[in-house]
């Protein structure tokens, strides 16, 4: 039997990856106030493209979507044009990048969204707290979506996948994890329900599988991937039996040639709760028949054995990516790596971690 590690290659959605290290997708907040890509944003991403993939930060489907200060959008051309700036310079620098689609739900604040209040399948409040123009506050209590509105949400993901189409990108990835609203319908601590939306596993996964089914319909089955964090804590998110609820959606997700599904591990603060999972790849690999990526803490030596296994195929860097560029060539010698700045994670030099950006759990 063949032993695969990061540096094989690896077919991906029709695509030849040179090597099986992804870049996660990290939201770093330096889109205009509009919610428009920068040339910045252009340079970062290309910077990169030796990784075998890219998966850009977190990207708003619609105003309803907004969650986060100075985050992209791809709602409107502006933000469409601004992408394909940024898709144009990865391929010039021959990578393959997809753009991840995401609702925030109910971790948002009306400050962010004209005055609306924030949306969720259940009216019950996120915990924690939003940095908004006018400062540091605490999540308020959502309004739960009429069930006539749930299509319309769902529309807006496919919207925002043609325009993904549109502005180039290789495909696209779902956010559906850390407790935003493809997350909140999942789990039970956020989804309380007693529609065909709520209640049992089978209708709490029934939005995200309307939303993989129209997305789509848009791209083809093999170029949508994801997301999906199945002991995660980030916002209050708990569910009161985890493996049932994420063996089903993974099983389910059985009937698509997804792209892939991207499996998030424990975090530190995750694993403090009664309910964790230790080791989500090994207890949810088996379940699903695609293609798997991992993430969660891997150094080389880590995502070597979780590619030679084959209880995963592909591994996603976050934090790595950001302080190395060059992070494929540094695990190909064996360099060292630098150290993250946490002072400069986020924004366009207008905030930092000194005002509180690192409680966010936006790094993989």
């Not at 308020?140 to 925002?160: H, S, Y």
Request: aromatic share 10%; charged share 15%; hydrophobic share 40%.
């Amino acid at each position: 039997m063949e032993n695969f590690n990061l540096f094989s290659p690896f077919s991906l959605g029709g695509y030849t990856l040179p090597n099986r290290i992804i870049m996660a997708p990290m939201t770093r907040l330096r889109a205009t106030d509009e919610g428009i890509p920068t040339e910045t944003m252009a340079t970062y991403y290309a910077q990169r493209a030796t990784a075998g993939l890219i998966i850009t930060e977190c990207t708003m489907i619609s105003p309803s979507a907004h969650g986060y200060l100075n985050c992209p959008g791809i709602y409107n051309q502006a933000q469409i044009d601004g992408w394909k700036l940024v898709v144009e310079k990865v391929h010039q620098q021959g990578g393959k990048i997809f753009l991840q689609l995401w609702h925030c739900g109910r971790v948002s604040h009306p400050s962010l969204l004209q005055g609306e209040m924030p949306i969720a399948p259940s009216a019950i409040p996120a915990q924690g707290q939003l940095h908004t123009p006018n400062g540091k506050v605490s999540l308020e209590k959502p309004r739960a979506l009429n069930l006539d509105e749930i299509p319309t949400i769902v529309k807006e993901f496919q919207q925002a996948a043609l325009n993904a189409f549109h502005a180039g990108f290789d495909g696209v990835e779902l956010h559906g994890a850390f407790g935003y609203l493809i997350d909140q319908f999942l789990q039970d601590v956020s989804n309380q329900r007693t529609d065909e939306y709520g209640g049992s596993i089978a209708n709490r996964s029934r939005f995200l599988l309307e939303v993989v089914e129209a997305v789509i319909e848009v791209w083809g089955d093999n170029k949508v991937g994801i997301k999906l964090s199945p002991t995660n804590t980030f916002y209050g998110m708990l569910d009161s039996n985890p493996i049932p609820l994420f063996t089903y959606v993974l099983q389910a997700l059985n009937q698509y040639n997804l792209a892939y599904v991207h499996l998030m591990e424990a975090s530190e603060m995750d694993l403090q709760n009664e309910n964790a999972i230790p080791s989500v790849l090994d207890t949810f690999s088996g379940f699903y028949n695609g293609t798997i990526i991992t993430n969660g803490g891997y150094d080389k030596t880590k995502a070597d054995k979780a590619i030679s296994s084959q209880k995963a195929s592909l591994v996603s860097f976050g934090r790595p990516f950001i302080a190395n560029p060059d992070l494929v060539e540094r695990l190909a010698i064996n360099a060292p790596l630098t150290e993250v700045n946490m002072k400069t994670l986020y924004g366009q030099g207008n905030h930092n971690a000194e005002e509180g950006y690192t409680d966010y759990p936006f790094l993989n």
